[in-house]
């Protein structure tokens, strides 16, 4: 043994022995008599917790009339504000009850192998229990605390922590079940033995084991063999989807605070991962007018939010600003995974929003690359646009939508995802899970294998260079480990230039085959010529296929045997109370390489005229395809090289077009209307290491980067990705210059401005 690790391992022991030792006062689980003085102060100058407060009152009163474990938590705040005893009458009542029942077990659950003694329910009763076994403790004689605190040792606490936590008795492991179930679990079984410790010392134990455990969840790795997933991304957030991500870690930081609560002088390792869950939701939020909408992916629904883990962590001194912006945005009677303030929990924790922001001070793009999703947005303003980009896991909580997009625009997902239902469902694991619920691009009528669903992704999708220059911006998705079945390259490339989002698919097959493209419409979508239009009250967006081939431009499809031809298709809703359409956009024939370019045009009203909308010419060269678009004064020029796909191992990419060469897999340079091309004002650089013109340099780099430029007479901004080591030359002068959003002195010589950093 390490002698050196003897001395640490000893004063843990002798810590937590000496705090087993002490007992908790009572009521300091969660309703603590200074948090609830606390809301009855910001009660009587706010109206809204007033209202919130008169529906808590109401139900409460309905319970009385109830034998209902599950929203115990109501009985007990309206206690701790009237002092009435009829509310702690009642949770005696049905603590009584509870301790003398048998088993709060699930059939279904016993029924598995090994036998699974508790579950979700039981673990929300447990809680329910604890909340209402604190605030009624000091209205109890002694025999009724300890018969209470023995029945339901027996019937939750030891079922819950001896299925997922302790030896010789535990079942789950966090490699096999260490998503929401476990806090879920660990949590109820956690407060109420906390609750219960002073009766039951060997409760008390066990709750200091759960809470120690915690940092273990939040830090958990993932797991290679069963490809599971690490829990959070080193960017702050959760792979479960937001509804799932909300639940489980709500669940595991209000074991955290119970016991700070209940144990004031406790010194608990520290957890980063809560410090950034403000970050987490609000990026992957989109704010609008109603109800505050967040990304869809997964087993989520639009609705869902954040609020409650967010709340719980502010608590405990995460008190980030964008906490009390996202609190403002979420709608009054919006409740999912959330604390409202017509909630117990959001009456006595929400915290004062008056002086949060009007919008968040964070950065309009945002990335979470282990578990691959992607945010863009040209404003934090409500019903702006906003992008949302999938690749990752497919797994559990995860569906098969590597490289799939939702779109959101003036206030509404113009391009949706199909959404979400119940497991028990069929359409569950037969349509939402499935790669047709999804915006992307299926081979031979194939999308990710089915197989994915339990037993995840060998080898996971990615997203990567991510850059947000303003008016520009870009993220690439590389979903070809999941799809590595039908495909060897699936990569969709995402530029956002102005008002067009260019979706560019790079696909190649192990064997030639057949390729169609999934949309969903989040409105009425209507195909006019060339486009589907997508209206949904003030927001319209177009969908306009341009390469391989474009749609064919009547319903006579016979009159173009090369173009794409559509089918629609009918899925459940979210409620399976009636279908809606979806479209997919097959290429003719059978190919085993294409190159996918689909525009998708946002427009400012659905009645803005056609010749007020960009005009986007279909080019082609040698080894490149490309467009020229006509946008407000403005010409951009991009550029698709055909040989940096990566197909020719160890040969160089480079193509001459429109007299620029480049090796870069993208190139797209914006200049005045009837300007000189050359005279360039931005340029983006997809995955190259030069642009010239002549002798002239406009970009070099030894490495192939990602790299959005703009520039004038006197300044340079610049972002890029794609190596942690960065030596890049740009052609310029400029008094000032932005790199990454950082001020830096710039070094010029012979007209090209030098950039050198490292990562740190």
Known sequence: MNMKLILPICLACASFLTLSANEIKH??????PDRVENAKKMMANDPARQKGWKEIQKKADDLLKKNDYHDIEYLALSYMMTGDKKYSDKIIDLLKKASKTKSWSNGEMMARKPS???????????????????VVYNLMTPAERKEIADGLYNLAVEPLLGDWLVEPTRIHSLNSMGHNWWTACINGGAMLAMTIGNERPDAEALAQKAVEALPEWFDFAGDVIQHKPKTFDRDGGMYESINYASFGTTQALMMRLAWLNSHPDANLEDIPQMYQLPAFFSNASYPRTGELYSISFGDSHKNVTGESSMILAYAMGAEAPETLWYINQVDSQQFREGYPVRFPMGFVYSPDTSKAPEVPDLPTSHIWKDFGWATMRDSWEKDATMLAVKSGMTWNHSHADANSIVLFHKGVDIIKDAGNCSYGKPEYRNYFFQSDAHNVVKFNGEGQPRYQQYHGTMLPGSLSGLLDGGNIKYVLADGTGPMSRWLDRNFRHYLWIDDVIYVIDDLHSHEPGTFEWIWHPGGKAEKRGYDLEITNGNSAAIIRPIFPRPLAYSNFV???????????????????????????????????????????ILKDDPKQKKEDLPVIERREGSNWIGLRIHDNGKVTDLYINQLADGRLMHLNSWIDAD??????????????????????????????????????????????????????????????????????????????LVVNGKDTTPRVENGMVNIKYREQ
């Open 27 to 32: 009521p300091s689980l969660l309703f603590t």
């Open 558 to 600: 016979h009159d173009y045997p090369e173009d794409l031809y559509w089918e629609t298709h009918e899925g459940p809703t979210e409620r399976l109370d009636t279908t809606e359409t979806y479209w997919s956009f097959h290429l003719p024939g059978v190919k085993d390489n294409v190159k996918g370019v689909t525009a998708i």
């Open 116 to 134: 699974w003694r508790s579950e979700l329910n039981m673990g929300w009763r447990a809680q329910q229990c604890a909340i209402g076994y604190d």
């Open 659 to 736: 007299g620029w060469t480049t090796d870069a897999y993208m190139l797209a340079v914006s200049y005045p209307e009837g300007g000189d091309p050359k005279n360039i004002s931005e340029m983006f650089v997809g995955h190259g290491s030069s642009v010239r013109s002549g002798n002239d340099v406009y970009f070099s780099s030894l490495s192939k980067l990602n790299a959005i430029a703009h520039s004038d007479k006197d300044s340079l901004k610049i972002e890029v990705t794609g190596q942690p080591r960065v030596n890049l030359s740009v052609k310029g002068n400029p008094k000032t």
